[in-house]
């Protein structure tokens, strides 16, 4: 199976396209601040989710770049409660990309405390 499979990965990847069009609309002097964190942490999610698949024969490997996926995951939320503070997003734009980002954790972390289910510590 591809990482891209992952059902986590295919809703990281989607909250992170919709977080990058969103974010389009961001004021100018939060380009190299908020909308450039925002960015890279759920792009990040994914990348470790990524990382971490590729690596399952490993274990504690796997579980420890999980890890950081959620840990990005969770850093996304920062972004997104900073985005709503600072009026750049509405409370409808906000809670669906908050609750996807719960959904997302909640994925990532039945990765870690069910490692073999993925195939973890298996050959190839």
């Not at 389009?24 to 990382?51: G, H, M, V, W």
């Not at 950081?68 to 409660?81: A, F, H, P, Q």
């Not at 750049?88 to 990765?111: A, D, S």
């Amino acid at each position: 199976m591809d990482f891209k499979k992952l059902i986590a990965y295919q809703k990281a990847f989607q909250l992170a396209m919709e977080i990058f069009k969103i974010s389009k609309s961001f004021p100018k002097e939060e380009k190299y601040s908020l909308t450039d964190q925002i960015r890279r942490s759920s792009r990040s999610t994914c990348a470790n989710l990524a990382e971490a698949y590729r690596k399952r024969i490993y274990p504690k490997h796997f579980i420890t770049k999980l890890t950081y996926s959620d840990g990005e995951n969770s850093e996304t939320d920062v972004w997104l409660d900073f985005a709503k503070a600072c009026g750049y997003l509405t409370e409808n734009q906000y809670q669906p990309l908050h609750e996807k980002r719960i959904e997302i954790g909640k994925l990532i972390n039945y990765m870690i405390s069910n490692p073999s289910k993925f195939g973890s510590g298996l050959p190839g």
